[in-house]
């Protein structure tokens, strides 16, 4: 079964039993402070997780386009990608883990071909000290459904110690099978959503080669234990409480939240033990053989798949339509990190003609234009900035590498650290980003002295962070009234920017904390004094108005028709949160959005623009505050 027939399979199965399909969102987050890309298909949907209406109703389905910035080390290892698409369904107070661990056991046995002897999975062991029991209730199920597969399935704890035994669902804590985008529930801040999931295993066999070589070949094998045997194709996390200061609370309604990995479904449905050996990949693997003069992926797996991956994911994130340029700061960074990192691994592959990457993105492009109509859409932005990043580091990438060759050469002997002035040399002079350069030093057997790169950093006034976990400070889609205030205050924003500089102007991205905001805008030039004046006073007019702000679903056609602000990427047809600040001939702004928002303006206090200047190329940013006297 090709990856396009499971896709399309899942949306078709959930649809017939209630479910609206939903496009996918944008890769870039939406007032969300906790991290750059989305990486989950509950991200944007966290509002209704939370209690919000969702305009489609209580049931969706969709395949979400996914990227993780920490997986770029892990690619290599047949299961890891940064970018993936996660098919998902959600149930917003509706129906919970009867139906859910049901349908989905049905959608991979019936639909996809899946052998249930394979399939293992586990449970929430139960956390005492915040008052959640064992999931006995999702055990009770799967024995049912295991049963009626004709398969026994034995539950056991303690599976890290003892292996899996004769077992077939298995508990764990925690680490494993509690589910936040933050992590345990330790980890949690106050006002997060989660709950205990259930995984589910797919057993790749015991033949395969690699786990006689696994780190964890002498260790009990379980299917949480990495060596490669067991490959995870889906998780149902059943979002039922909150972290309050005092502890955790039920959630007013009970949610389904399913991920699963299109790439590793369609793995483990073709049969094979790589995702890269999938259809989802094959034109890639054979342009880059092709370009490499005839080398093959299976001699060189680690060069082709970082190459695949990482122009994949590259072309995604500039082809999202609010498209992400490469550069030194925020989501730039990663995509300079993933273009500059292809080629590194293209010349070890022997690719040396200048525009190689661009060929790639062609590929890339073409397989997906069908399911992502943007990418065609923005295909000349994609394929031109592909090919300058790529100019830009060929330049000086024989230098560095000579040049680092150099570095290593003399303090391999001794001190075997290479300093944090070599290191930013590197970054400043040669374009090496420091994950490079620390990839670099680990091949040799060397190390980096990364805080010393840092003070250099902030020494030069240059990048003061790199895009690691934990780069801005704030809740997680925070819903606090500060974040609330601010976000209806970037609604008011966009508009006065429309009215002042023209109707060219859109968002081309936000990040809002309780304490700030920050919004990106297609405009080219810097605003001038007189212009930063006139839409700081216009927001300001507007506030002391007192209008009310209101909300109407509606479709997307008729929200373009009444004039609605938004980035168009949902489908026709698809009902949509309209919000509008103002009423009847006082209407000052209509935003696709989907909330929450102040029901009045009056208490937003005085908007206060703090800094504007450019973000990447034909896009501004503003950062702006809220003061309160």
């Known amino acids: 079964m090709t990856s396009k027939e499971i896709r399309q399979k899942y949306l078709n199965f959930f649809k017939e039993r209630g479910h609206a399909v939903v496009p996918s969102a944008s890769l870039i987050p939406e007032n969300d402070s906790s991290s750059l890309f989305i990486s989950s298909g509950m991200q944007p949907l966290v509002p209704y997780l939370a209690g919000e209406n969702h305009p489609e109703g209580k049931r969706l389905v969709n395949s979400q386009k996914c990227f993780r910035s920490g997986d770029i080390e892990e690619v290599g290892d047949n299961r890891h990608n940064t970018f993936f698409e996660m098919l998902g369904n959600w149930s917003f107070g509706d129906y919970f883990k ?93 006002g997060e959503i989660g709950g205990p999931d259930s995984e589910i295993f797919y057993d ?15 260790k009990p094998c379980h299917v949480n234990c990495d060596c490669g045997r067991f490959i995870e194709i889906g998780n149902s996390v059943f979002i039922q409480y909150k972290k309050t200061k005092d502890g955790f609370e039920q959630l007013k309604q009970k949610n389904v939240d399913f991920g699963g990995g299109l790439e590793r479904v369609t793995m483990v449905s073709q049969n094979e033990d790589n995702v890269f050996e999938t259809d989802l990949f094959e034109n890639i693997l054979n342009k880059i053989e092709e370009l490499s003069g005839g080398k093959k992926y299976r001699e060189h797996t680690r060069a082709f798949e970082v190459i695949a991956d990482h122009l994949k994911g590259a072309c995604f994130l500039m082809g999202d339509d609010k498209g992400i340029t490469p550069s030194n ?54 394929l031109s900035e592909t090919e300058k990043e ?57 190390r980096v002295d990364s805080a010393g790169f840092k003070k250099e950093l902030e ?66 030039g810097k605003l001038s004094d007189q212009e930063k004046q006139k839409v700081e006073d216009m927001v300001n007019e507007q506030i002391s108005k007192k209008l009310d702000v209101t909300t109407q679903e509606m479709n997307l056609e008729e929200a373009k028709k009444q004039g609605a602000t938004g980035i168009f990427t949902s489908k026709y047809g698809e009902k949509v949160k309209v919000y509008i600040i103002g009423k009847d001939e006082h209407i000052f702004s209509r935003e696709i959005c989907g909330g929450p928002h102040v029901e009045n303006i009056s208490n937003l206090g005085k908007f206060k623009i703090k800094k504007e200047k450019s973000s990447s190329a034909g896009v501004r940013r503003i950062k702006a505050v809220l003061e309160f006297s």
Do not use: C
């Not at 049912?144 to 110690?161: I, M, P, Q, R, S």
């Not at 790749?204 to 002498?218: F, I, M, P, Q, Y």
């Not at 492009?365 to 109509?373: L, T």
């Not at 309780?514 to 297609?522: G, H, I, P, Q």
């Open 459 to 524: 020494k030069h006034q240059e990048l003061s962070r790199t895009a690691s976990a934990g780069k801005f400070k704030g809740g997680l889609a925070d819903s606090s009234e500060k974040t609330t205030r601010l976000h209806t205050a970037a609604h008011l924003l966009l508009e006065a920017l429309r009215r002042v500089l023209g109707e060219h102007v859109y968002q081309r991205g936000s990040n809002i904390t309780a304490e700030r905001l920050r919004f990106d805008f297609n405009h080219d």
């Open 204 to 218: 790749l066999g015991t033949d395969l080669k690699k786990h006689e070589n696994s780190k964890w070949k002498d």
């Open 390 to 446: 790529e100019k830009k580091f060929q330049k000086t990438l024989k230098k560095g590498l000579k040049e680092f060759t150099a570095i290593a050469k003399i303090i391999q002997v001794k001190v075997k650290i290479i300093s944090g002035e070599d290191v930013f040399k590197l970054y400043q002079s040669y374009g090496f980003p420091i994950e490079m350069t620390e990839e670099l030093a680990t091949e040799k057997g060397l």
């Open 329 to 382: 700061v925020d989501q730039g960074y990663i995509v300079r990190r993933l273009i500059r990192r292809a080629v590194r691994f293209g010349r070890e592959l022997g690719i040396n003609n200048i525009g190689w990457t661009k060929d790639v993105a062609e590929i890339v492009i073409n397989d997906y234009k069908e399911i992502y109509a943007e990418l065609e859409k923005n295909k000349k932005f994609i």
């Open 98 to 190: 009867k139906e859910q661990l049901r349908w989905l056991f049905e959608f991979l046995v019936k639909e996809v071909g899946l052998d249930p002897k394979r399939i293992y999975v586990t449970v929430y062991s139960g956390n005492k000290k915040i008052g959640v029991e064992k999931d006995s209730e999702s055990v009770e199920i799967w024995q049912e459904l295991f049963k009626e597969a004709g398969v026994e399935a034995k539950d056991y704890d303690n599976a890290e110690e003892k292996g899996i035994r004769d077992g077939r669902i298995f508990y764990y804590g925690d680490e494993k099978n509690w589910w936040s985008r933050s992590g345990k529930p330790a980890d949690m801040p106050v």
